[in-house]
């Protein structure tokens, strides 16, 4: 029996009536993957903001268990939505020293929580899966849990970086959701090389799993902006993807400073 908490069942209620009213049609398989108890690191996909309540919607459907995300302080800075996430026991962090950030999540694995991460590090606007950062493994393996691979396909559709979905484009989307086989981040041998390994082996199950879920969406996606460019689609490659992205994180940090050197001088 999962405790009662009433900040993320309002939370809960609130995406569900959103998603009805935008009549998302979501399929969900590999539930079955899902423990009924215990931790698990939940590594998932990330084409669309909105992912996160995706995978939290098909689970709390199927087990009634809660998860705990790993999100950006600037996110928990936000007046009205701060409060929120700390209710709902999310984790903050710190993009430029996660070092507590971690620490939370581990203590929250090893007491039975599962965790959701983005290893990508951001939304990918080529809608594939680019390079994982390590912390999924690192994490599993510190706190002894398994990984659980999660591809979300169709999310984006909803509300995504660099494209404004009209209300029209979002009614009725269909979104597939794939839970994939545990994958277990075996802690023994030389720490460095192991991480990089599993991490590697995650990343392909990741893809692999993309690559199953976009072969069977029920969405013809040649010619349209949320379909990769190998696939037909008019997304930027993941080569253009990483320019554009690139570009966007020197203009934040060239503006953060211009903000600090601002503060020196008043």
Do not use: C
């Not at 939370?11 to 398989?29: D, E, H, K, N, Q």
């Not at 690191?41 to 995300?69: Q, S």
């Not at 990918?124 to 493994?137: D, H, I, P, Q, Y």
């Amino acid at each position: 029996m999962h405790k009662r908490e009433p900040i993320y069942r309002a939370a809960i209620g609130a995406g569900r009536a959103l998603f009805s009213l935008l009549r998302v049609r979501p399929s969900a398989t590999g539930l079955e993957q899902l423990p009924a108890t215990g931790g698990a690191v939940l590594a998932i996909t990330h084409f669309g903001y909105l992912d996160f309540a995706l995978v939290e919607w098909v689970t709390w459907r199927h087990n009634r268990r809660h998860i705990r995300f790993m999100a950006k302080k600037g996110a928990f800075d936000q007046p009205l939505v701060g409060p929120l996430l700390r209710g709902m026991k999310h984790i903050s962090v710190d993009m430029e020293s996660g070092g507590e950030a971690y620490a939370q999540a581990v203590v929250a694995l090893r007491t039975g929580e599962l965790l959701g991460v983005f290893p990508e590090g951001g939304v990918n606007a080529s809608f594939t899966v680019r390079e994982l950062k390590t912390g999924a493994v690192r994490m599993a393996q510190a706190a002894n849990v398994p990984i659980i691979p999660v591809a979300v396909w169709g999310g984006h559709r909803l509300m995504t970086k660099n494209h404004r979905s009209t209300l029209r484009e979002r009614l009725g989307v269909p979104v597939s959701i794939r839970f994939g086989e545990l994958v277990r981040a075996d802690a023994a041998g030389p720490a460095g090389s192991n991480v990089a390994a599993a991490t590697l082996r995650l990343h392909d199950t990741l893809q692999h799993l993309v690559d199953a879920v976009q072969a069977e969406y029920p969405v013809p996606g040649t010619g349209h902006w949320w379909q990769p460019a190998h696939l037909g689609g008019t997304a930027p490659t993941p080569e253009q993807a990483a320019v554009v992205e690139a570009e966007r994180r020197r203009r934040k940090a060239a503006a953060k400073l211009a903000g600090a050197k601002g503060k020196t001088r008043s």
